[in-house]
């Protein structure tokens, strides 16, 4: 088998956090996308940039703010601590925190475009039917935006698959807790075990191909489908 017992530790690893990320940013993302898309506020333009900044930022300056506001002295791993939760850093969960920050505007972009691009005339046709705000949004707008909910899903759980920085600097790299499948890429070419590094990273190439293949092959079977 060309994986060692450590590739494939790292393998599931890697899509346990993935799939982790994916849900919680699916369900955290959509009511912020849906304030987004309608609001007329003031703060839309600064909230929209906040969201953007993973995008821009490098993902070593996202995981040093993650491991300074996380770790024992930061305000958020005081509040953790007093919760009786430790700290997260160098954690599983600690590791979730930072992916759904740094895949954050992969799930709330093409939510937000999703909710945009419905327009109001489906919402007010339901409310003069007698729907309610919750019925409308669950029986109108969430199915009408599932091309949005397919492509922010894909993307969010691709990108969190190639997360390198902010894991390093936020996991480490502890075997069977926080070494992801990039950090043992990175331990291999470290050991000048190369055959081993192709094996992995040859998948990952494999992986993100297929991954851009199926979003392009869903968009031509949903002409709506947005980005």
Known sequence: M?????????????????GTTMVLLLVLCTP???WLAHTPSRWRGPVSAMVALPLVLPPTVIGFYLLVTLGPNGPMGQFTQ???????PFTFWGLVVGSLIYSLPFAVQPLQH?????????????????AGPLDRFFT???????????TAAILSFAHTVGEFGVVLMLGGNIP?????????IYDHVE???????HWLAGGMVLFS????????LTRRRIPSMVQ
């Open 32 to 34: 912020l996308a849906w």
């Open 191 to 197: 050991a000048l075990e190369y055959t081993q590094a």
């Open 114 to 130: 999703a909710f945009e691009a419905i327009g109001q005339r489906p919402l007010e046709v339901a409310a003069t039917l007698g």
């Open 140 to 150: 109108v707008a969430l199915p009408l935006a599932r091309p949005g909910f397919i």
């Open 2 to 18: 060309p994986f060692s017992s450590a590739d494939l530790a790292a393998i599931g690893l890697t899509l346990r956090l993935a």
């Open 82 to 88: 007093w919760l009786g939760l430790g700290t997260l």
């Open 176 to 184: 069977g807790v926080t070494r992801v499948v990039s950090v043992q």
């Open 209 to 216: 191909f297929v991954v851009l293949l199926g979003l392009n």
